[in-house]
């Protein structure tokens, strides 16, 4: 089992900047890629940003491609989200993935149904 906690949402108006982080414990390993999704209300679960077990690849949605920078700390246990340039259409509930992997460590998951695990997500508002 692996427990993952997001933290670092808030409140920012448009043009301003936040990061996110995610810390996992439990049964946890680098060999797990790792991913943040998004949820506004009424809206469905969409993709944000992958990286991959072995910190090699990144992968982003185009929406936020050049605004959010995702990167990993494999000692620590920590997957962050810088998110700069942010934009009222940000606004959702974040939430942090883990996929266990036993091998093709390069590789970037970008559905939901790719990740066994899940934060509870953090709350990031953007004000226009």
């Known amino acids: 089992q692996v427990q993952l906690v997001e933290s670092g949402g808030g409140l920012v108006q448009a043009g301003g900047s936040l990061r996110l982080s995610c810390t996992a414990s439990g049964r946890t390993s680098s060999s797990s890629a790792m991913g943040w999704f998004r949820q506004a209300p009424g809206q469905e679960r969409e993709f944000v940003a992958a990286?991959?077990?072995?910190?090699?690849?990144?992968y982003y949605a185009n929406t936020v491609k050049g605004r959010f920078t995702i990167s990993r700390d494999n000692a620590k246990n920590t997957v962050d989200l810088q998110m700069n340039s942010l934009k009222p259409e940000d606004t959702a509930v974040y939430y942090c993935?883990?996929?266990?992997?036993?091998?093709?460590?390069?590789?970037?998951?970008?559905?939901?149904?790719?990740?066994?695990?899940w934060g509870q997500g953090t709350q990031v508002t953007v004000s226009s």
């Open positions: 993935a883990a996929r266990q992997v036993l091998y093709h460590y390069s590789l970037t998951y970008s559905r939901s149904d790719d990740y066994g695990y």
């Open positions: 990286i991959s077990a072995n910190n090699g690849n990144t």
